[in-house]
């Protein structure tokens, strides 16, 4: 199978997009590392965290050939989108719509996940060719504006970055997304005491909850 398929079919199959955003490289590899272990297989890692692009790198040869999807996220422009498909990234992430960032992902046939918020902002970034639109953020408007924005744009794939919690996330899928974007529910799971195995215990928590609501 193609490698844009086989990155698509992860995620749907999946249903979620881990979402590391932390603030160093280290915490970020060993967040990530628990989070496999937990049965995660499509996470983004921000470009925000210094050195994100060699972590990218590392987990993506590690992780690839057993099927993890290793994606970058807060991918801005054109030049950011480049770097990180040279270092492997399976999928490529942004909270705005910019074109010139899909273009080139399209060009070497990476999928992108684009944000976007409004009615508007959501169809042009269909146009625009993303794959995943990502509904950021989301806090604002929560389950009740998701539902409202699919309810006229049913058709598009739109994936929630922001707010999603094992408790909610049947609420989510009740309101027609496709898939949505995990963050600090899991990626923090850590901090009381530094255990990271609780890492791996919040993301086989969330990943049944969400193959429970999608039956």
């Known amino acids: 199978m193609h490698k844009k398929l086989r990155t698509l079919k992860t995620i749907d199959q999946s249903g979620a997009v881990l979402i590391v955003r932390l603030e160093s490289a280290e915490l970020a590899e060993q967040v990530a590392e628990a989070a496999i ?3 995660f297989r499509a996470l983004e890692i921000t470009l925000s965290i210094p050195g994100a692009v060699d972590v990218i790198r590392q987990l993506a040869a590690k992780h690839g050939p057993n099927g993890v999807a290793i994606g970058a996220g807060t ?3 054109e030049h950011s989108a480049y770097e990180c498909i040279r270092a492997g990234a399976d999928f490529l992430v942004s909270p705005q719509l910019n074109p010139a960032m899909i273009r080139t992902a399209n060009r070497y046939q990476v999928p992108t996940i684009s944000g976007a918020y409004t009615p508007t902002e959501l169809v042009e970034s269909a146009e625009a060719g993303a794959d995943i639109l990502k509904l950021f953020p989301t806090e604002a408007g929560g389950i009740p504006y998701a539902k409202s924005v699919l309810a006229p744009l049913a058709h598009l794939p739109i994936m929630p970055a922001g707010g999603v919690t094992p408790g909610n996330v049947a609420e989510w899928f009740a309101a027609g997304v496709t898939c949505v974007g995990v963050g600090s529910a ?6 009381p005491d530094g255990d990271f195995s609780r890492v791996t215990e919040a993301a086989r928590e969330f990943l049944s909850a969400v193959a429970e609501a999608r039956q």
């Open 75 to 77: 991918v801005l422009d």
């Open 186 to 191: 899991v990626t923090k799971a850590w901090q």
């Open 37 to 39: 272990a937990g049965g």
